[in-house]
C-alpha cells in the first residue's frame, strides 16, 4: 500500500503564499510523475503542476509565474510554492503520483485533498 498525504493549506489573504507539501510513504519502489491538482466548488478537477521523476516541470497558464513544484526523492516528498495568491486560487488541493511498488505494480495514488481560501 502507498499512502499520500497533503499538508499546509489553510486561510490567506490575497497576495499571500502557502506551501504546500505531499509525503509518500508505504511500499514504494519508485515513483514517477508527481501532479498537484485542484477543484474548486463545481468545477472540474484540474491539472495544476507536474513534476518528472528527473525533475522536468510544467504549470497551468493560471499560475505559471506564480507557483512552483518541487520536489525532494530522499524523502518521496513533493512541494508546490504558492505566491501571489489570488481569490480564484482557492480549492482543495491534491497530490496525485504514479508509483511503482514493491510487488512491481504500477499505479496512481492521491491524497485525501487540504483546502486553499484565498480571501480578497
Known amino acids: 500500500q502507498v499512502q499520500l498525504v497533503e499538508s499546509g493549506g489553510g486561510l490567506v489573504q490575497a497576495g499571500g503564499s502557502l506551501r504546500l507539501s505531499c509525503a509518500a510513504s508505504?511500499?514504494?519502489?519508485?515513483?514517477?510523475?508527481m501532479n498537484w491538482y485542484r477543484q474548486a466548488p463545481g468545477k472540474q478537477r484540474e491539472l495544476v503542476a507536474l513534476i518528472t521523476s528527473s525533475g522536468s516541470t510544467n504549470y497551468a497558464d493560471s499560475v505559471k509565474g506564480r507557483f512552483t513544484i518541487s520536489r525532494d526523492n530522499a524523502k518521496n516528498t513533493m512541494y508546490l510554492q504558492m505566491n501571489s495568491l489570488k481569490p480564484e486560487d482557492t480549492a482543495v488541493y491534491y497530490c496525485n503520483a504514479k508509483v511503482m511498488t514493491m510487488r512491481f505494480t504500477t499505479n496512481d495514488y492521491w491524497g485525501q485533498g487540504t483546502q486553499v481560501t484565498v480571501s480578497s
Open positions: 508505504g511500499s514504494i519502489l519508485v515513483i514517477y510523475d
